[in-house]
Nanobody, 130 residues
């Protein structure tokens, strides 16, 4: 069992930056593939990006077109935390942001579908004002 806790959300002006954190307890995050999602009011949950289970030398990442070049996912194994760095934020980025973990995944692999993930955090609100 793993518990995920997101933090770092808040109110920011358009063009600003935020860094979200996803801290894990119970297991080592480097053993999982991790994803970041968001859900805006009245919309479905959207995959923003994912990072692979650690291969020992390289972590692979992938991003949705809507955030590519603006958002970056990284992992700090010593802190057992995954981050989502968000730059050049837009009002349409306003949503609740979630991290999720996928167990039983091969090294160097990550998942791109919501239903593939096994554990979820409670979410953190990000509001971008115009």
């Amino acid at each position: 069992q793993v518990q995920l806790v997101e933090s770092g959300g808040g109110l920011v002006q358009a063009g600003g930056s935020l860094r979200l954190s996803c801290a894990a307890s119970g297991r080592t995050l480097s053993s999982y593939a991790m994803g970041w999602f968001r859900q805006a009011p009245g919309k479905g949950r959207e995959l923003l990006g994912a990072i692979s289970r650690s291969s020992g030398t390289t972590d692979y990442t992938g991003y949705a077109d809507s955030v590519k070049g603006r958002f970056t996912i990284s992992r700090d194994s010593a802190r057992n935390t995954v981050y989502l760095q968000m730059n050049s934020l837009k009002p349409e980025d306003t949503a609740v942001y979630y991290c999720a973990a996928k167990v039983n995944v091969g090294r160097g692999m990550y998942m791109t579908h919501l239903e593939d993930y096994d554990y979820w955090g409670q979410g953190t609100q990000v509001t971008v004002s115009s």
